[in-house]
């Protein structure tokens, strides 16, 4: 988009020399005819053709997305998406509906199964991650006494620690409540379930399994990047065995779970040191970072503000296939901006030499 600017205004300078070198040779060759023919060369160039190339196809892009439920927020987008090698796709509330809904609860301490949910929903009761909300619903149907939390602290990507009746309780991924737990834990879970851990000091409490629908278009979408040879990558904060899942669902051939919001933000940046051009599309708070260090980003308008205000897109739309829409408006803008740019180049190289020849009038 820039260059067309760029070379607009060296055209301009050119010009500009090149009707003084014009006037000068007809000054000295027939006088009379020197000032009409630098006037003709000045008129008849198009310089505005070079500079509108760009901002007008993509202002012509940029008005039908909105229509479509895409609001582009940076002007690099279309320019970059083109060019894209790699397209990274986060899993809950991307490429999965982001409603996780609890389908098991396993307990492994003498505490009631209910009371367990009633524990773990104190301590998501402030958070908006989908895996939280879908604690606390199965916890208020059970319409039990409402437990408080104190002191609760988050670890982006692991889970959250505090205070019930002064005995403190984490609530999260294996790793991270093990550390409370003390010891590890053997079980096996179902394939496609999330498991999320409650235990206290000493001892696990429960497991509860959730599970996430994939996005009916999630499929086409990832088919659709592939046939335009483009590398797929799901990167996932849950576990690997969810993240595989769903990968095999979707044919993506590469997929990563258990990654920490930095581990993802390393893997991107890993990508881009390679000469990788790197889509990013996620909706959490997790993928603020690595939305911001793509090349081009994708946040969903469903998931956190935070994404949504560190991603070059916001898809306002449910859609996943908005992406792959956009993405053929780039290629087709792309398109457009190159016979924009053929058509003005094509006209003054054609009608300056003809004024310059005195061919043609000032009028």
């Known amino acids: 988009a820039m260059w067309a600017d760029s070379v607009a205004s060296w055209f301009v300078a050119a010009l500009l020399l090149f009707a003084v070198a014009v006037f000068a040779f007809w000054q000295w060759h027939d006088a009379a005819r020197a000032w009409p023919i630098a006037i003709a060369v000045l008129v008849v160039s198009c310089p505005c053709a070079l500079s509108l190339a760009t901002p007008t196809a993509m202002a012509a892009a940029t008005d039908r997305l909105v229509r479509q439920g895409v609001l582009i927020v940076q002007p690099h987008v279309l320019e970059v998406l083109h060019r894209t090698t790699h397209i990274v796709f986060d899993k809950t509330g991307t490429l999965t509906v982001g409603k996780p809904a609890l389908q098991k609860l396993i307990t492994f301490d003498e505490m009631e199964g209910a009371a367990c949910l009633q524990f773990a929903a104190a301590l998501e009761a402030n958070s908006a991650h989908p895996l939280a909300q879908a604690i606390i619903a199965a916890a208020d149907a059970t319409l039990l006494g409402e437990v408080v939390a104190d002191e609760v602290s988050s ?57 996430d629908a994939i996005r009916s278009d999630a499929h086409q979408v990832v088919r659709h990047f592939q046939q335009l040879g483009k590398t797929v990558i799901l990167l996932s904060g849950d576990q690997p065995e969810v993240a595989q899942y769903v990968a095999g669902k979707l044919g993506i051939n590469e997929a990563h779970g258990a990654c920490l919001p930095e581990q993802k933000l390393a893997y ?89 020849m005195g061919w043609i009038n000032p009028w």
Not at 186 to 211: E, I, K, N
Not at 293 to 302: K, N, P, Q, R
């Open 155 to 211: 670890q982006p990507g692991q889970g959250l620690e505090g205070l019930v009746d002064g005995i403190p309780y984490r609530l999260g991924n294996a790793a991270y409540v093990a550390e409370l737990a003390g010891k590890p834990l053997h079980d096996q879970v179902p394939p496609g379930m999330t498991p999320v851990y409650l235990g206290c000091s000493g001892s696990w409490l429960a497991r509860f399994d959730l599970s």
């Open 268 to 356: 991107v940046q890993q990508l881009q040191k390679q000469g990788a051009i790197v889509a990013m599309v996620g909706d959490g708070i997790n993928d603020a970072a690595v939305l911001r260090a793509a090349d081009v980003s994708f946040a969903m308008g469903s998931g956190a503000e935070l994404a949504q205000t560190h991603a070059d897109t916001v898809l306002l739309s449910p859609r996943l296939s908005a992406i792959a829409d956009t993405a053929e408006l780039a290629a087709r803008t792309m398109r457009i901006i190159r016979q924009n740019l053929g058509w003005a180049s094509a006209y003054n190289l054609i009608a300056i030499p003809a004024a310059a």
